[in-house]
């Protein structure tokens, strides 16, 4: 019988304890070279158990920061089937979802028309303002609206609406963010989130940029990091 043992990364030992020591049969070991990823995926499994606590909030995924959209995000419908499968995980195990969406008038202060940097979006009842329908929200999925009146902005999720009294009030204590854009909504969603006390798991496999400026969505994330949010992958989920 061998054991394999883990040593210093790049190698494992193999132990032989198939029988007794002896002049002729010495307990001995040999070290092979290994890549260290392969040593870490050995001894490595999905650690992150969804549990009573935990929140999912999907940001802005709607319909005109998708390809098409007024103000498109590239490849903005890369994060509808990500974040569809954390839907399907969270309400599974009937753990609560909420949806932030933009919720503009026509006159909103962001809009170019107004002196905002940015073209008509997400007016309020358009379909641009929907959501995707890829989305498979469930019926219990809370939605929250921001920046619904001419003179309020805000990125956050948690700017200027009960978010945050909603999270305490079911005693979420870890959240689970993605959606649209990393540099921009999800960005100041999780900077809330974070300042707030809350737990927060960014879903990298769930998020892109606009990258108004090149890496503004790298950059972003890494900032995200910094001020304590934890990166995963659906992967990372236990089963």
Known sequence: MSLLVPRAAGSLTIVNIAAAPGPDNALGSVRIPLPFAAVRHMNTSPSIR??????????????????GGSLAVP???????ALKRY?????????????????????????????GIWPPHCVAATSGAEFASGLALPPAAVIVSKAATPEAD??????GTDLA???????????????????????????????????????????????????????????????????????????
């Open 154 to 159: 805000s990125y956050s999720g948690f700017g």
């Open 165 to 239: 009294a909603r999270l305490r009030l079911g005693r979420v204590t870890r959240l689970f963010i993605g959606g649209l854009a990393t540099d921009y909504c999800v960005l100041n969603t999780v900077k809330d989130a974070l300042a707030a006390g809350f737990e927060v798991l960014l879903l990298a496999d769930a998020i892109r940029a606009v990258d108004v400026n090149a890496g503004d969505g790298a950059r972003a994330q890494g900032e995200m990091q910094k001020l304590g949010a934890r990166t995963i992958r659906y992967e990372d989920l236990a089963s």
């Open 50 to 67: 969804l549990q009573s606590g935990d929140a999912l909030i999907a940001v802005d995924v709607q319909n005109d920061f998708l390809p």
């Open 75 to 81: 490849e903005g419908d890369a994060v509808v089937p």
């Open 87 to 115: 839907i399907a995980a969270f309400a599974a195990r009937a753990l609560p979802v909420f949806a932030t969406r933009d919720w503009h008038p026509p006159n909103h202060c962001s809009f170019k028309a107004q002196g």
